[in-house]
C-alpha cells in the first residue's frame, strides 16, 4: 500500500490519502508497479481518465463519511490527520490529467477536461458544504488549547478550519447553493479560457516567402523557420508563430518592421477578437462572478478574499509596493525611450518608436551601450550544459546528484527523466524535464508535482516532480542554444523543483501563497548568472571554449538594462491584475475598456503594451488572481535573501543549509512572515531589489 501526494493544479491546498489497488485494467485504478511508482504513462489512455474520476471522487467521498460516522468524539488524529489522508487516488488522477492537458493534450483530454471542470467543482462543494465533517472540525478547532498540539499540527489545524470557513461552511442554506453554482461557472470558464488561448496561440501562422524580408534574423532563427513550414506543409516558406521562442527573435533582430509589427499585434490582441475565441466576455464573467463569490463569504472585493491568507494580507500593502515601484520605473522606461529614439532618428528612420520597435531597438541599444549581442552568447548556453549547470548549483549549495533515467515511462517523448540523490547517496526524488514547445502544450514555463513528500504514515514519501518550459528548439545540426532569458528561467522553474524536493513535513496538506512560493524560484536566478557559476557551466558548444571573462564583464554590466521596461511591462499586469479584483460590483464589465482606462489612468507609456492583457491573462484565470503582484514581491525577497550569500560567499555551507531548513524543507506548513524571518533574522528589506533593477 503506497501513501502519495499530489498536487491539484490551481489549488493552494492539497490533500491526499493511502488507499488500496482496485482491479481491472485501468492503470489509473490500481497502484503503479513502475520504478519509484511514477506514473505509468504509456498506459495511459484518454478514455481511462473518466472512470477514474468517477472512482476517485466516491472513493473520497466514502472516506468523508467515514470520518462523519465514527462514533468516537473528534480528535485531530480522527477527523483532521483522517481528511489529511483523504483523496489519494482523486489527487493522483488529478495530476496526470492536469499535467498532459498543459503539456501534451488533445482533443479527446479537452472534452474529458470541458466535462470533468464542474463536476470536479461539484465535488469539491460537496465535501467543503459538508455539516457533518464541519462540525468535526470546528469541535477540534474549538478545543486546541486543550490537545497539546505540536507545531505542525496546530498550523494544519488552523489552516483546515478556516478553508472551511472560507469555502462557505458557515453560509446558509441558499447562500450555499449559489456559492455552488458559481464554483461551477467558473470552474467551466477557467476551461473555456484556456482552451480557447491554446487554439489561438496554434491556429496564428503567418508564412514569408521572400527571403529578403528575413533580413537580420540569425542563421538558427532562419533554419527553425524554414524547418516549421516543412512541418506545416509551404516546403520554400519561413514560418513564424505567436510562440515565444519563434517570436522574440524575429521581434529582436528583423529588419523587417512591418513583419515586426504584424507579428506584435497577432500576440498582443489574442483573445479580443470578437470571435468564437474571443477571451474578454469570459474574463468579464469570471470576474462578476468572483466579486459575487467575495461578497457571499463576507468580503468587499476578490482581491480581500484572496490576501488574507497571503504575506501581503490586503490589497492596500500589495498597492503600497507596486506604486512605488512604479513611480521608480516608469522614468527608467521614459529614459529607454528617449535613448532607442535618437538611434532611429540617426539612422534616418523617419518615425516614433512603437511597441513593436522595443526589442529591435533595445538590442541595438545594448550593443551600442555594452556591446552584448544575445547572438554572441547563446553559443555557450546549450540547453543540457545549462540544465547541468543548475544540477551543479544543487550539487553546490545542498549536495544532490543527479543521474538520468533513460527506460523511464514519460509524458512525451522529449521529457527527459533524472533520479535525485542526497549527499549520502540516498533516494531524494524523480524529476521530469520537458523543454521544447508544440502545439500540444500550453506556453509558458512551470513546475509541478506528481507526488509530493510527506510522512503521515511515519514511512518516508519521496516527491516526483514535472518542470515544463518552452525553450528554442535545436535547428538542423545546431543543438538548442537558449537566450539569456532562457537561462534564467530554467534556474527560476528549477528553484521551484528544489522546493519540492526539499521538502520535509509530516502532512500531506500545505498552504501555498503567491507572493512566497517565487521566493525559492527566483533566488535561484542569481545563481545563474553569477561569474563563478557560468565558468562552470557555460562553454562553447562547437570549440569547449569556456566563456571568456569579457563576455561575463558584459552580461554583469547590462545587469540593469531595460529594466525600465521589464519592471514597468510587468507592474502594468500586475496592476491591472488588482485592478480588476478590487471591483466592488458584481456587474457586467467591459473588461477591454477597462483595461484601456485604467492604462491611461496609471500613465502607461504607448511603447509599452502590458506583458499580458484580459484576452490571454492565464495566470488570473488561474491560480494567480489578485497574485500577479506576487513575483515582484517574492523579488524584495529573493534579492534580499541572497544578500546573506554575497555577505559570506556564493556556496556558504552555513546560509545554504538555513536557507535549506527554514524556507525549503517548511515551505506550506508554516506562516510566511516567520519562515522568513527565521532565515534572515529580519523583516525584508526592498533596497536589494531597487538597486538589482537600478531603480535607485
Not at 104 to 133: C, S, V, W, Y
Not at 478 to 504: C, I, K, R, Y
Not at 677 to 690: K, M, Y
Amino acid at each position: 500500500m503506497k501513501v502519495l501526494r499530489f498536487l491539484i493544479p490551481g489549488a493552494l491546498l492539497m490533500i491526499t490519502a493511502c488507499t488500496g489497488p482496485v482491479a481491472g485494467d485501468n492503470p489509473l485504478l490500481t497502484d503503479y508497479d513502475t520504478t519509484f511508482a511514477v506514473p505509468p504513462f504509456d498506459r495511459i489512455l484518454p478514455s481511462h481518465f473518466e472512470p477514474a474520476f468517477a472512482e476517485a471522487m466516491q472513493r473520497q467521498k466514502d472516506e468523508h463519511r467515514a470520518i462523519i460516522d465514527n462514533t468516537e468524539p473528534p480528535t485531530f488524529d480522527n477527523t483532521i490527520a483522517a481528511l489529511d489522508r483523504s483523496g489519494h487516488l482523486l489527487g493522483e488522477t488529478s495530476a496526470v490529467f492536469f499535467s498532459l492537458t498543459g503539456s501534451n493534450t488533445n482533443e479527446d483530454l479537452q472534452a474529458i477536461n470541458k466535462t470533468m471542470a464542474p463536476l470536479l467543482a461539484a465535488h469539491r462543494d460537496e465535501l467543503d458544504f459538508d455539516p457533518g465533517i464541519f462540525e468535526r472540525v470546528k469541535a477540534v478547532y474549538d478545543s486546541r488549547n486543550e490537545l497539546n498540539l505540536d507545531a505542525d499540527q496546530s498550523f494544519l489545524l488552523e489552516n483546515v478550519y478556516r478553508r472551511y470557513v472560507r469555502s462557505g461552511a458557515l453560509l446558509d442554506e441558499e447562500d450555499q447553493a449559489r456559492l455552488k453554482e458559481i464554483n461551477q461557472s467558473l470552474s467551466q470558464r477557467r476551461v473555456a479560457f484556456g482552451d480557447n488561448l491554446l487554439a489561438e496561440t496554434n491556429g496564428f501562422q503567418h508564412f514569408v516567402d521572400d527571403d529578403a524580408d528575413l533580413a537580420g534574423l540569425p542563421a538558427s532563427v532562419i533554419t527553425a523557420a524554414a524547418e516549421a513550414a516543412v512541418s506545416a506543409e509551404r516546403e520554400g516558406a519561413w514560418l513564424f508563430t505567436t510562440h515565444k521562442p519563434s517570436l522574440l527573435p524575429l521581434l529582436t533582430y528583423s529588419e523587417n518592421r512591418a513583419l515586426r509589427e504584424t507579428m506584435f499585434r497577432a500576440y498582443t490582441t489574442r483573445g479580443h477578437h470578437g470571435d468564437e475565441k474571443d477571451n474578454t466576455g469570459i474574463m468579464a464573467d469570471i470576474l462578476k462572478l468572483r466579486v459575487e463569490r467575495a461578497h457571499l463569504l463576507g468580503y468587499d472585493t476578490y482581491a480581500d478574499y484572496v490576501l488574507e491568507e497571503r504575506m501581503a494580507k490586503t490589497p492596500e500593502r500589495v498597492y503600497d509596493l507596486l506604486d512605488r515601484l512604479w513611480a521608480a520605473a516608469l522614468p527608467v522606461a521614459e529614459s529607454e525611450v528617449v535613448a532607442m529614439q535618437e538611434i532611429i532618428d540617426r539612422e534616418g528612420g523617419g518615425f516614433e518608436l512603437a511597441a513593436w520597435d522595443w526589442w529591435f531597438y533595445a538590442e541595438k541599444l545594448r550593443k551600442e551601450k555594452y556591446d552584448l549581442d544575445d547572438n554572441e552568447l547563446r553559443p555557450y548556453f546549450r540547453l543540457d550544459q545549462v540544465r547541468d549547470g543548475a544540477f551543479w548549483v544543487a550539487n553546490r549549495l545542498y549536495g544532490l546528484t543527479f543521474e538520468p533515467l533513460p527506460d523511464m515511462p514519460r509524458p512525451h517523448p522529449e521529457a527527459q527523466v533524472f533520479q535525485v540523490k542526497e549527499a549520502d547517496g540516498s533516494h531524494s526524488a524523480v524529476i521530469y524535464m520537458d523543454f521544447h514547445p508544440r502545439e500540444s502544450k500550453r506556453q509558458g514555463a512551470w513546475c509541478g508535482t506528481f507526488r509530493s513528500q510527506n510522512r503521515a504514515r511515519g514511512e518516508e514519501v519521496d516527491p516526483i516532480i514535472n518542470l515544463v518550459c518552452n525553450f528554442t528548439r535545436p535547428s538542423g545540426d545546431t543543438p538548442a542554444l537558449l537566450s539569456l532569458e532562457e537561462v534564467q528561467t530554467l534556474f527560476h522553474e528549477f528553484g521551484h523543483a528544489l522546493d519540492a524536493m526539499l521538502s520535509d513535513v509530516t502532512y500531506r496538506t500545505s498552504f501555498r501563497s503567491a507572493d512566497f512560493s517565487e521566493l525559492p524560484s527566483q533566488i535561484m536566478e542569481h545563481w545563474a548568472v553569477a561569474p563563478e557559476v557560468l565558468k562552470h557551466y557555460a562553454t562553447h558548444y562547437e570549440t569547449g571554449e569556456t566563456i571568456p571573462d569579457h563576455l561575463i564583464e558584459k552580461i554583469t554590466a547590462s545587469n540593469h538594462f531595460n529594466q525600465g521596461f521589464a519592471t514597468v511591462e510587468y507592474l502594468a499586469a500586475s496592476l491591472l491584475d488588482m485592478k480588476f479584483h478590487t471591483l466592488s460590483e458584481s456587474t457586467d464589465v467591459d473588461v477591454t475598456k477597462l483595461e484601456a482606462d485604467y492604462f491611461a489612468e496609471i500613465g502607461l507609456i504607448p511603447e509599452i503594451v502590458s506583458r499580458y492583457r484580459s484576452g490571454y491573462f492565464g495566470h488570473i484565470v488561474g491560480g494567480y488572481a489578485a497574485g500577479y503582484y506576487g513575483y515582484i514581491w517574492c523579488g524584495v525577497l529573493d534579492n534580499d535573501a541572497f544578500e546573506a550569500f554575497r555577505e559570506t560567499s556564493l556556496f556558504d555551507q552555513v546560509t545554504a543549509q538555513r536557507f535549506r531548513t527554514t524556507i525549503l524543507e517548511r515551505n506550506g506548513t508554516v506562516d510566511f512572515q516567520q519562515m522568513y524571518l527565521d532565515f534572515r533574522g529580519r523583516d525584508p528589506q526592498i533596497e536589494p531589489l531597487l538597486r538589482a533593477r537600478g531603480l535607485l
